[in-house]
């Protein structure tokens, strides 16, 4: 007796490339390309036409779609059109990116719109520079931890002020705060954090006098320039720790706003950094991202217009977490004028001295930025579409200037253990000029560029 082989169940991974396809092939490519694609928080997924098809035309596509894809069909309506109702609340509010898609009837760039419930900051494209005379923005940022982010940031800014820069240190790694208590003595605390802000934005409000009561001078400042820190949890959080878990459920949460809309992690994040940033005539604002790929992490590396600083040591690890980074980035555009790809730059970190061993990690970074970033792609016009007369450029192996050439901060067995309190030698040149020269050599020629 013969049996016939069950059909391979479609998983999330390949769910939208198969629903385009089907589109593609009842409907036409043409089609597909001016329509846009929604997938909702649960993974299921419809189609928005650019125009009011045949109600032939939208049965025959119906019964193939929910033939093909049962589960990751959208409950209701699969194929929708302009004069659908609720499509235009869709279109207006919905966040999303191209991608370029297989189909039977070749490469389609596709609309994407993401419905999202965790998460959705990381569809915000990235953020346009910040332009002076607003201070420029760092951010120190990773995957994993223990790879001396938060250890190079104190050391960056303590050379900062040695040159007689006014610095702002901001702790965005709210889960596993740092910087607060490396720079600030508990006596120094100020009186909140960030959490605080977070929390108390909804209910009693935010002022100028919180703000100020949200930052305080670090001993670190060298007598030339200024440190100032903001800490995750202020001298409140210390005095009621039991709080603090409280606060952080409440942190990510969705704010209303004066347009009857709401404000996610990201924005708000803008807003705080933005309001911190006017409260002095700062040089440079350090902000210390929580490693992972989280919210608070889009919210640094998207929201803030910044340099973002990507650390890592030479480990698979490290290049298998850039890789679900950088993938997901390259479904942005990118401009000529404002190019948020050159404000990324890989940092080595715990590197050897080996010039070997450096370029092999600058070769693997290369690899993985040539792969998603670097390809000779075509730039998206004025409505988002992909232009035929336009391409990136390629990127050398051995540009300075690109992003995967990346700056070592060489292993050190002097910052194995990192307490300039109990250790103030840390933060002196003297001890710190050869780990950490080309990273601090790197970001001061940035701050000089765009002063």
Known sequence: MMTTQAAETIRFDQSLEVFAATVATTLGAKALAAGQVLRDASGRLAFISDTNLPEASIRAATEALAARLP???????????????????????????????????????????????????????????????????????????????????????????????????????????????????????????????????????????????????????????????????GATGRQ???????????????????????????????????????????????????????ETTAAAILGLGAQVLLFGENTPQTFAGYRYLLAHLARFPRNEEDDWLYRLRMVHAKASADADKQQAFRDKAHSLFQEYLYRDLPLPDEEGRPSPDTSLPEVSLDDPEAPHFAWPVFRDSNYFEFDPFAEPAQLTPARYARTYQTLTEGIDAYLSSEG
């Open 71 to 233: 589960t990751y069909c959208r409950t209701g309506r699969i194929l929708l059109t302009p004069d659908h109702p609720g499509v235009s609340s869709v279109l207006s509010c919905g966040r999303g990116y191209l991608e370029a898609l297989e189909t039977p009837l070749g490469r389609v760039p596709v609309r994407v719109i993401e419905q999202r419930i965790v998460g959705q900051d990381w569809l915000e494209a990235p953020s346009p520079s910040v332009l002076p005379p607003a201070p420029a923005r760092v951010v120190f940022a990773s995957l994993k931890g223990g790879v001396g982010r938060s250890t190079a940031l104190a050391v960056v800014a303590a050379d900062l002020a040695r040159r007689g820069k006014k610095v702002l240190v901001i702790d965005l790694d709210l889960e596993a705060p740092g910087i607060g208590a490396m720079m600030l003595t508990s006596e120094a605390q100020p009186r909140f954090g960030l959490l605080d802000w977070y929390v108390e934005r909804s209910l009693n409000g935010v002022n100028h006098a919180f703000l100020l009561d949200m930052v305080a001078p670090s001993d670190f400042g060298a007598g030339r320039g200024l440190i100032e820190v903001a800490p995750a949890i």
């Open 240 to 294: 009621y720790p039991a709080n603090v878990l409280a606060k952080i459920a409440r942190a990510y949460l969705d704010q209303p706003s004066d347009e009857d809309g709401t404000l996610s992690f990201l924005h708000q994040t803008r807003a705080l950094v933005d309001d911190l940033a006017g409260l002095k005539h700062y040089d440079a604002i350090l902000i210390d991202a929580r490693a992972g790929l989280n």
